[in-house]
């Protein structure tokens, strides 16, 4: 059965800065997607990064990036320049071929001004 | 923007009451999904439906029911409330066959006093 690990319960940053938050996968699967979502304190979950596996390109959006290593089931989220609304939890999830998704148990994100 | 609606945003129901939580989306989306999101325990789905009358078992179904009418309603229904069954109750749709995005509701937080 696939799982999905979230190895980093809480994260902190400095507003403007850098952080990645982790995320690992174990599947046999050779099609999948992979999701980083967002919950933040308003409760309403949103997309934020989406990734195809059979794409080597990272996926990029904005201030947000992955870094998505198949070989070596990982795939991390980046967020450049923190903003005090990147402030929520992350939440890593894989869909596999019966497209139900399998959650990671979520990154509660700090940003400190 | 496709929008997805939950009923309530807060619940207090009392044991053993029949409790209905409703969700609706705008969008004409195939796929509905309901999941209880309890601290430490991630997202967990309890039961999603692909069509409209049709209904699949999630991970944790049992003490839930379901029901879609409509292909823009899908109905959570907890037969006998108990306390073990308080914690956010998060709806979802997405479109078609493929692994789309999920468009998530705000969320019901309900309590079972």
């Known amino acids: 059965a696939q799982t999905v690990t979230q190895s980093q319960p809480e994260m902190s940053v400095q507003e403007a800065e850098t952080v990645t938050l982790s995320c690992t996968y174990d599947?046999?699967?050779?099609?999948?997607?992979l999701f980083w979502y967002k919950q933040p304190p308003s409760r309403q979950m949103i997309l934020v990064i989406r990734?195809?596996?059979?794409k080597q390109q990272n996926a990029t959006e904005n201030r947000f990036s992955v870094n998505f290593q198949k070989a070596a089931k990982s795939f991390s989220l980046k967020i450049s320049d923190s903003q005090l609304g990147d402030a929520a939890m992350y939440f890593c999830a894989y869909a596999g071929n019966n497209r139900k998704l399998i959650w990671g148990l979520g990154t509660s994100l700090a940003v400190n001004p | 923007d496709v929008k997805v609606t939950q009923s309530s945003r807060y619940l207090v129901k009392r044991t053993g009451e029949k409790v209905f939580l409703e969700c609706v989306q705008d969008m004409d989306h195939e796929n509905m999904f309901w999941y209880r999101q309890d601290p430490g325990l991630g997202l967990r789905l309890i039961y999603f439906?692909?069509?409209?009358?049709?209904?699949e078992k999630g991970d944790i179904p049992e003490g839930y029911s379901v029901s879609r009418e409509k292909k823009e309603r899908f109905s959570l229904i907890l037969e006998s409330a108990s306390t073990n069954q308080t914690s956010m109750y998060l709806c979802?749709?997405?479109?078609?066959?493929?692994?789309?995005?999920?468009?998530f509701g705000s969320g019901t937080q309900l309590s079972v006093l």
């Open positions: 990734q195809e596996a059979y």
């Open positions: 599947t046999s699967e050779s099609d999948y997607y």
């Open positions: 979802a749709s997405s479109p078609g066959r493929s692994n789309e995005k999920l468009f």
């Open positions: 439906s692909y069509d409209v009358k049709m209904k």
